[in-house]
């Protein structure tokens, strides 16, 4: 089972769901799986038993991306973040103005599953 | 009073237990009016930690009522002789809903979420209050599902007498590990 297959799995009874074809790899968490703020913390517990690794919330909300200097303005982000969060995880959906909060809402079980690959490969 | 209190406390007044369950089958539907309705209910930790199983099937029913036969005979055999037939007696009505046509059954599950935050640190007070939650929560859920169905014109129950066996009735259910029964309400119409 990869990685995508065993996260699916984990979240199942996180998010109160029954098959693993309803949490699909493009599904946000909170915007389609609703995913509440607090789901995290047994999310990253699961995680971090299973797999392994540490997981912050500030990875998810992709805030970490807003930290250096330029790379948000007035809450949103800019063309450069944007450009380096899709190179990160392998997509097009992320567009200069996005908030941050918008990043957190569209984070997708795919996306967890990239930080998790990327966090293993370098134990 | 207001025209919907007035509503309410009919429905309140009106309600009854049923304890004496007909064959007679419930209309198509109904069912799914009734969980639409307990979905309104609150829930600490929200809609995603509770779910209702329906069982209609009467075999399953069967197997149910026979679950809770034997684990009270299985806990009468470990009492004094003289208290045995008064626990076996108060037992019968564990069964009052094995003539219902249709069962709810709802269930919850108690999130980890104390444990995860402060690991090894977590006391078994914070773990109680956490599962106390949703056993408060399953029981609000269970309430909205007896006032729906009596706004339905269906009667029914609410049991927790049967989950002497709770362990065994998830097993027939196939319940997932992490849900755990709250309540067994038989729905129908009385003889």
Same mark, same amino acid.
Not at chain 1, 22 to 44: C, N, W, Y
Not at chain 2, 11 to 36: D, G, H, M, T, W
């Given at each position: 089972?990869?990685?995508?297959?065993?996260?699916?799995?984990?979240?199942?009874?996180?998010?109160?769901?029954?098959?693993?074809?309803?949490?699909?790899?493009?599904?946000?968490?909170?915007?389609?799986?609703?995913?509440?703020?607090?789901?995290?913390?047994?999310?990253?517990?699961?995680?971090?038993?299973?797999?392994?690794?540490?997981?912050?919330?500030?990875?998810?909300?992709?805030?970490?991306?807003?930290?250096?200097?330029?790379?948000?303005?007035?809450?949103?982000?800019? *063309?450069?973040?944007?450009?380096?969060?899709?190179?990160?995880?392998?997509?097009?959906?992320?567009?200069?103005?996005?908030?941050?909060?918008?990043?957190?809402?569209?984070?997708?079980?795919?996306?967890? *599953?990239?930080?998790?690959?990327?966090?293993?490969?370098?134990? | 009073?207001?025209?919907?209190?007035?509503?309410?406390?009919?429905?309140?007044?009106?309600?009854?237990?049923?304890?004496?369950?007909?064959?007679?089958? $419930?209309?198509?539907?109904?069912?799914?009016?009734?969980?639409?309705?307990?979905?309104?209910?609150?829930?600490?930790?929200?809609?995603?930690?509770?779910?209702?199983?329906? /069982?209609?099937?009467?075999?399953?029913?069967?197997?149910?009522?026979?679950?809770?036969?034997?684990?009270?005979?299985?806990?009468?055999?470990? #009492?004094?002789?003289?208290?045995?037939?008064?626990?076996?007696?108060?037992?019968?009505?564990? $069964?009052?809903?094995?003539?219902?046509?249709?069962?709810?059954?709802?269930?919850?599950?108690?999130?980890?979420?104390?444990?995860? $935050?402060?690991?090894?640190?977590?006391?078994?007070?914070?773990?109680?209050?956490?599962?106390?939650?949703?056993?408060?929560?399953?029981?609000? /859920?269970?309430?909205?599902?007896?006032?729906?169905?009596?706004?339905?014109?269906?009667?029914?129950?609410? #049991?927790?007498?049967?989950?002497?066996?709770?362990?065994?009735?998830?097993?027939?259910?196939?319940?997932?590990?992490?849900?755990?029964?709250?309540?067994?309400?038989?729905?129908?119409?009385?003889?």
């Amino acid at each position: 089972m990869d990685t995508l297959e065993k996260l699916q799995q984990l979240l199942l009874p996180i998010l109160g769901l029954e098959n693993r074809e309803e949490v699909k790899p493009e599904s946000a968490l909170v915007r389609d799986l609703g995913a509440e703020s607090i789901d995290f913390v047994e999310i990253f517990y699961e995680i971090e038993n299973q797999f392994g690794v540490k997981i912050k919330v500030q990875e998810i909300a992709q805030s970490d991306y807003g930290n250096s200097e330029g790379s948000v303005d007035n809450g949103k982000i800019s *063309a450069e973040t944007a450009a380096k969060l899709n190179a990160d995880f392998n997509s097009d959906r992320f567009v200069e103005g996005l908030t941050i909060r918008e990043l957190f809402e569209t984070f997708t079980v795919r996306d967890l *599953a990239t930080i998790i690959d990327r966090k293993r490969s370098v134990l | 009073m207001s025209e919907k209190s007035q509503f309410l406390k009919e429905l309140f007044q009106e309600r009854r237990s049923c304890r004496n369950f007909s064959k007679r089958a $419930l209309p198509s539907n109904i069912v799914e009016q009734i969980i639409s309705m307990a979905k309104l209910s609150p829930f600490a930790g929200g809609r995603k930690n509770w779910g209702v199983e329906v /069982v209609n099937s009467s075999e399953t029913i069967s197997k149910i009522a026979v679950a809770v036969e034997e684990r009270l005979n299985a806990s009468a055999a470990l #009492m004094e002789r003289e208290s045995a037939p008064l626990f076996l007696e108060y037992g019968k009505s564990f $069964l009052f809903f094995k003539e219902a046509p249709t069962l709810l059954i709802p269930h919850f599950r108690v999130s980890p979420t104390m444990r995860a $935050l402060l690991r090894d640190r977590v006391t078994e007070e914070l773990l109680q209050w956490e599962r106390e939650n949703a056993v408060k929560s399953i029981s609000a /859920v269970t309430t909205f599902i007896l006032l729906a169905a009596e706004s339905l014109g269906v009667e029914s129950c609410y #049991m927790t007498g049967p989950l002497i066996a709770s362990d065994t009735i998830a097993q027939i259910l196939q319940l997932p590990k992490e849900r755990e029964i709250g309540a067994l309400v038989p729905i129908g119409y009385c003889k």
